[in-house]
């Protein structure tokens, strides 16, 4: 199994390394792509090398998963970018692959109408700014292939909900106890 | 406030990186200083660039918290480095400052006799590599300065109790809100 992460400057530090940490503790090949080349600076100042910018990669579309962390100004950064509307649009649209989105970034899943119809979460303090109206007040909300999440504080059980979904519940609880959950 | 934070290759990203950002939430002026120089490669294989090299700081003991993330290869780094000794002795020896370890870390201050007669925790599969005798179960343990942790699923209560030590109380609690605790 094997999941792409999306890296823009400005992600939310947590959300982004939580997610490439736990997906790995779960046996999962994960590739965290860069917006841009070179070493990013995440929305509290930290500074992350991704594996590799997302135009060196053979094909962006051979992943079980793309997820989108959060962060506010690493949001705007995936809103604006064509290969990220693209993108999401094709794992939205292509059966057996799973789209994740926590914090502020199921904000790009609703610019590109893919939170239509869907029972989905986000950062609280974001809601009023989707149109959607399936918010919902859960840590973490599956509506078939789509999971999203709220914030830094409930990034480790949105990732280990993904570890359940691509890898199976023996290897979710097999991480949660090493994480200590 | 100030805080520093160790980054040794092969450190646990997530603890390296929830303290990180959490105590500059805190409002803490944070400086995670390398061991080595350049972008490091921690745990789970996530590249991190430290803020600078350790060797580059002006002084190294100035700062109001020395915090240790853990994770098992960057403990032995910190374990080996004749620098990292000095510190924690500074820190544990001057009054006013704080010593923090979490993880796999407090066996750093354990091979410098620093959790003699104290009360701390670990990873909980460490414990039998501690000698010292104060071992607790609880995930956040604090004994006058000295304040340790247990791993990744407690690395944002250890951060935010730490934000509390340096900053207050309501510090800690408008964190904790915006991280979604």
Chains 1, 2 share one sequence.
Do not use: N
């Not at 070179?38 to 991704?50: D, F, H, M, Q």
């Not at 079980?64 to 604006?80: F, N």
């Amino acid at each position: 199994m094997k999941a792409l992460v999306l890296l823009a400057p400005g992600c939310e530090e947590m959300e982004a390394v939580i997610l490439m940490d736990v997906l790995r503790r779960g046996g999962i090949e994960v590739v965290g792509a860069g917006l841009e080349s070179g070493v990013l600076t995440a929305s509290r100042g930290v500074k992350i090398e991704p594996d590799l910018p997302l135009d060196a990669l053979e094909t962006a579309k051979d992943f079980d998963l793309l997820v989108l962390p959060g962060g506010l100004p690493g949001t705007e950064a995936l809103l604006a970018d064509v290969r990220v509307r693209d993108l999401v649009l094709y794992y939205a649209a292509t059966p057996g692959r799973l789209l994740g989105a926590i914090c502020a970034a199921p904000l790009v899943l609703d610019a590109h109408g893919l939170l239509a119809g869907k029972t989905f979460t986000s950062f609280p303090g974001l809601r009023d700014r989707i149109e959607s109206k399936g918010w919902s007040a859960d840590p973490v909300v599956e509506d078939g292939e789509l999971i999203t999440s709220q914030g830094p504080g409930t990034a480790m059980a949105f990732a280990l909900r993904l570890v359940r979904r691509l890898a199976g519940e023996d290897a979710e609880e097999s991480v949660a106890e090493g994480l200590l959950l």
